[in-house]
């Protein structure tokens, strides 16, 4: 059974450019979530979608949004990226994030802003 | 106050001994618990679940959860090195997010 596949594993950007990153969950699970972490902050909720539609969203900035696809799969975009957008992003797939399960996680995108 | 709050750490434990590790949080709606592995480098791994008050026990570890007290803990009985990481706890609302606390730092030394 594949697990979450995040790409690119790595990338690198200047500030003000945009960034898209790529998720594409277990097979059969609806539920994408994606979360930033830094040393400083922990691992902070981005927003999650759930059958293509946002569901959840945490307190960043309009400069991050996200989408799903009709086969589950999510893309989050950052744009006018600054040098604290430089982070791990991580996609979390879930059944069903109501549900009593838990998250698979992906490897994560490390980004880094110059 | 934070909505998730763990032990900062580090914890260090020699090798067999008992590793505990605490969260609480504030919200009370809070349905589902879980406890997170992360190894440095990599990406955090489920763990243990837990949603009833009580002991929840999956081999070397036992999850306790205590709703009235809003308290979750993660025990690791004979702790090995190969558990040196760290261990986030998370709490899913009934919106469905879950939200981790800053993850306790443990080091089992040989």
């Known amino acids: 059974k594949a697990g979450v596949t995040q790409t690119p594993r790595y990338l690198i950007k200047t500030r003000g450019q945009q960034v898209t990153l790529s998720c594409s969950p277990i097979?059969?699970?609806?539920?994408v979530s994606w979360y930033q972490q830094t040393p400083g902050q922990g691992l902070q909720f981005l927003f999650e979608?759930?059958?293509?539609?946002?569901?959840n969203k945490g307190n960043f900035p309009g400069r991050f949004s996200g989408r799903q696809f009709s086969n589950s799969r999510s893309e989050m975009n950052v744009s006018t990226l600054e040098l604290g957008d430089s982070a791990l992003y991580l996609c979390?797939?879930?059944?069903?994030?109501?549900?009593?399960?838990?998250?698979?996680f992906g490897s994560g995108t490390r980004l880094t802003v110059v | 106050q934070k909505e998730v709050e763990q032990n900062s750490g580090p914890l260090s434990v020699p090798e067999g001994a008992i590793a505990s590790l605490n969260c609480t949080y504030s919200?009370?709606?809070?349905?589902?618990f879980f406890w997170y592995r992360q190894y440095s480098g990599k990406s955090p791994e489920l763990i243990m679940s837990?949603?009833?008050?009580g002991d929840k026990e999956d081999g070397r570890f036992t999850a306790q959860l205590n709703k009235a007290s809003q308290y979750v803990s993660l025990l690791i009985r004979d702790s090995q090195p190969s558990d040196s990481a760290t261990y986030l706890c998370?709490?899913?609302?009934?919106?469905?997010?879950?939200?981790f606390g800053d993850g306790t730092t443990l080091t089992v030394k040989p």
């Open positions: 979390a797939s879930s059944i069903d994030s109501l549900s009593n399960y838990g998250y698979t």
């Open positions: 998370a709490v899913k609302s009934n919106a469905g997010k879950s939200t």
């Open positions: 837990i949603y009833s008050n």
């Open positions: 919200d009370r709606g809070s349905q589902s």
């Open positions: 097979s059969g699970h609806r539920s």
């Open positions: 979608y759930f059958s293509e539609t946002q569901r």
